[in-house]
């Protein structure tokens, strides 16, 4: 205790004696913050890309993303308590996942997709809360603590930062992985065929393309984007069964300022509102700091409703 007290002590005398080497130490650390804003960006892009998906297809907003990913996580875990090696734990997660969107979507969304406009909207958001609450009503029976990706990760030295090695594996899988989403948009018939019928479901129609199978798809792979949020998130964070209900807060305010039916917008929402938390975080704490992104939330939306956006 001593020997620290005495580095502390010999640190913010040689900060005192040195003003250029506080201002290095300041903007290292903000730098080395906006590593970490950055990362969280990507999960919130990644959850809220997930919401965005589903909506713009089927008109569908998904409350029960949150719990997506937590499952995730969760399937994660028991696969390497199994003896599972992480990479293939992961692969079996959201493979779990993905076959778990298909059974809701085959069952309780056939109901919904059956309703139009407002009507399929309100029927959305009362079956997936619903799924949401049953979901986390399991999950409470046998998970109780806080649960994180089981792997330990340091961190690494880049031009001087401090870089957690966890936020660069999520950068670059979120990467990567949205690259190839739109990819998949661009250059595959299905992918082309989901656009179409998006942009207008009756052409669709007339052109043979059907769109409750397409929505399946969509709805399966959206599935499988949380549950990737989840892994990657539960790679710096650990998470409870409760917090399905805050990812699925931020995967909605992501999406929202992002527009619902815009991709590319809600990537961008999620990277800029990742940061906002992050650096709110570090200056404000946590408290205020989800009251800063709300109102930065609210402010975004008023701006991009005035500019026609």
Same mark, same amino acid.
């Given at each position: 205790?001593?020997?620290?007290?005495?580095?502390?002590? @010999? +640190?913010?005398?040689?900060?005192?004696?040195?003003?250029?080497?506080?201002?290095? $130490?300041?903007?290292?650390?903000? +730098?080395?913050?906006? /590593?970490?804003?950055?990362?969280?960006?990507?999960?919130?892009?990644?959850?809220?890309? *997930? %919401?965005?998906? !589903?909506?713009?297809?089927?008109? /569908?907003?998904?409350?029960?993303?949150?719990?997506? =990913?937590?499952?995730?996580?969760?399937?994660?875990? %028991?696969?390497?308590?199994?003896?599972?090696?992480?990479?293939?734990?992961?692969?079996?997660?959201?493979?779990?996942?993905?076959?778990?969107?298909?059974?809701?979507?085959? *069952?309780?969304?056939?109901?919904?997709?059956?309703?139009?406009? *407002?009507?399929?909207?309100?029927?959305?958001?009362?079956?997936?809360?619903?799924?949401?609450?049953?979901?986390?009503?399991?999950?409470?029976?046998?998970?109780?603590?806080?649960?994180?990706?089981?792997?330990?990760?340091?961190?690494?030295?880049?031009?001087? @930062?401090? !870089?957690?090695?966890?936020?660069?594996?999520?950068?670059?899988?979120?990467?990567?992985?949205?690259?190839?989403?739109?990819?998949?948009?661009?250059?595959?018939?299905?992918?082309?065929?989901?656009?179409?019928?998006? $942009?207008?479901?009756?052409?669709?129609?007339?052109?043979?393309?059907?769109?409750?199978?397409?929505?399946?798809?969509?709805?399966?792979?959206?599935?499988? +984007?949380?549950?990737? =949020?989840? /892994?990657?998130?539960?790679?710096?964070?650990?998470? $409870?069964?409760?917090?399905?209900?805050?990812?699925? !807060?931020?995967?909605?305010?992501?999406?929202?300022?992002?527009? !619902?039916?815009? /991709?590319?917008?809600?990537?961008?929402?999620?990277?800029?509102?990742?940061?906002?938390?992050?650096?709110?975080?570090?200056?404000?704490?946590?408290? $205020?700091?989800?009251?800063? +992104?709300?109102?930065?939330?609210?402010?975004?939306?008023?701006?991009?409703?005035?500019?026609?956006?």
């Amino acid at each position: 205790m001593t020997r620290t007290i005495m580095t502390e002590y @010999l +640190l913010l005398e040689a900060l005192a004696a040195d003003p250029l080497l506080a201002v290095g $130490q300041s903007i290292s650390g903000y +730098l080395e913050v906006g /590593v970490d804003g950055l990362a969280r960006g990507f999960v919130f892009a990644l959850l809220g890309v *997930g %919401i965005t998906l !589903v909506y713009g297809l089927g008109e /569908v907003l998904n409350l029960a993303a949150g719990s997506f =990913a937590v499952v995730t996580i969760l399937l994660t875990i %028991i696969a390497v308590d199994f003896g599972v090696p992480l990479i293939g734990a992961i692969a079996i997660a959201l493979i779990g996942i993905g076959v778990i969107a298909l059974l809701i979507d085959k *069952g309780l969304l056939s109901i919904v997709y059956r309703s139009e406009d *407002g009507e399929r909207v309100l029927l959305g958001i009362f079956t997936t809360l619903g799924v949401a609450m049953a979901i986390d009503g399991i999950l409470f029976n046998f998970f109780t603590g806080r649960y994180s990706v089981p792997i330990s990760l340091g961190s690494m030295d880049i031009a001087g @930062l401090s !870089v957690r090695t966890g936020n660069l594996i999520i950068i670059s899988v979120s990467t990567v992985t949205l690259v190839g989403l739109f990819l998949f948009f661009r250059e595959t018939f299905t992918g082309k065929a989901m656009r179409t019928i998006t $942009q207008d479901e009756v052409g669709a129609l007339h052109c043979g393309i059907n769109p409750r199978k397409f929505r399946t798809v969509i709805f399966v792979m959206s599935a499988v +984007l949380i549950g990737m =949020a989840g /892994v990657l998130y539960g790679l710096s964070s650990s998470v $409870q069964v409760i917090s399905g209900f805050e990812l699925t !807060v931020y995967a909605l305010i992501v999406s929202i300022v992002g527009g !619902v039916r815009s /991709v590319s917008g809600t990537i961008l929402a999620g990277i800029f509102l990742g940061l906002v938390l992050t650096y709110s975080t570090f200056i404000i704490g946590a408290y $205020q700091a989800v009251l800063i +992104l709300f109102l930065v939330a609210v402010g975004a939306m008023t701006v991009r409703g005035e500019v026609g956006l």
